[in-house]
């Protein structure tokens, strides 16, 4: 499927979304901060957060609520094309804590919402989404280590930072979180297993029932792949960044999958804009590149905020 280079020369780009002047931010990791990129292409920084800034979501307060990993000890590594690419790896030196961050509408102030869930510190938050109440649901990845890695869950929190508690414990490294249209079910992509769930909710915050609908379609020779973040559309479709086999698999709520190649292994996050929510753009992390598909084949869903 055909598609063009937005922006070039991000450091690790991550959490796309649509602002409502149609410029799109995005994080980027590796750099600490949130960069606004208009429609030709020009970059500029939006807000500087430290850390590891990963998913990102516009509140109802009009503010961009950031889920802040802490930051990752970086790597450059030979890609298949012959060019150097950036890569995360384990918890750095300057490691400054999972946090939840709140980015002031116009990029000038960053505070931290939330460090701790019941005296239990967050470890590595990775996304976020809001719920039509206004709050919202977080992954927390979590940190590996030399010897060891965090065991981590996902979490339901306002956005006024008085209310957070956890809602799912354990799962292995969650990463991409998302809402079915009706919002009664919470979508979750776990990074290691490959794995897609959907857990039925039966009230704001409280979850039910847990199915698998599919697992990301792996690459040769190994046939393996890995889970990232994720976007639902319009009709309910879950459309999950997918490493390894670098691209973008969409998945039916049924699980029927169709995988859309991308040229980066390391295919990390999407988010729909554009008129009519028709173009879908696509973060290419070690190769630091924003991408967008025109008229891709269903609309996106209008978010809550």
């Not at 979590?142 to 799912?168: H, L």
């Not at 698998?212 to 639902?232: E, R």
Request: glycine content about 14%.
């Amino acid at each position: 499927m055909d598609f063009r280079v937005v922006a070039t020369g991000l450091k690790f780009p991550e959490g796309p979304l649509e602002l409502p002047n149609g410029d799109i931010l995005v994080t980027e990791i590796a750099a600490g901060c949130l960069t606004r990129i208009a429609a030709d292409g020009t970059k500029s920084v939006f807000a500087t957060t430290g850390g590891g800034p990963n998913g990102a979501a516009v509140g109802p307060d009009g503010a961009i609520y950031v889920a802040q990993n802490g930051g990752f000890h970086w790597t450059e590594r030979p890609l298949p094309d012959g060019t150097v690419g950036l890569f995360p790896g384990e918890q750095p030196a300057d490691y400054i804590g999972g946090q939840i961050q709140r980015v002031s509408p116009d990029g000038s102030d960053v505070a931290t919402l939330y460090r701790e869930c019941d005296g239990e510190r967050l470890k590595g938050p990775n996304d976020l989404v809001f719920d039509a109440e206004g709050n919202f649901y977080f992954t927390d990845h979590g940190k590996t280590r030399p010897r060891d890695r965090d065991r981590t869950g996902v979490f339901y929190a306002s956005p006024d930072g008085k209310m957070i508690r956890e809602i799912i414990f354990p799962m292995e490294s969650p990463n991409g979180i998302g809402l079915s249209p009706d919002g009664k079910v919470l979508y979750i992509a776990e990074t290691p297993t490959g794995r897609l769930y959907a857990y039925d909710l039966v009230g704001p915050g409280q979850v039910g029932m847990r199915r698998v609908v599919g697992t990301v379609p792996g690459a040769p020779p190994f046939n393996f792949a890995m889970c990232d973040s994720l976007v639902v559309d319009a009709e309910g479709n879950v459309i999950v960044a997918t490493l390894v086999n670098g691209g973008l698999t969409s998945f039916t709520p049924a699980g029927q999958a169709t995988h859309y190649a991308c040229p980066d292994i390391l295919t990390t996050n999407a988010c729909f804009g554009g008129p009519g929510l028709r173009t879908l753009y696509a973060t290419l992390s070690t190769t630091g590149k924003l991408i967008a598909f025109e008229n891709w084949p269903t609309a996106g869903l209008k978010l809550n905020c």
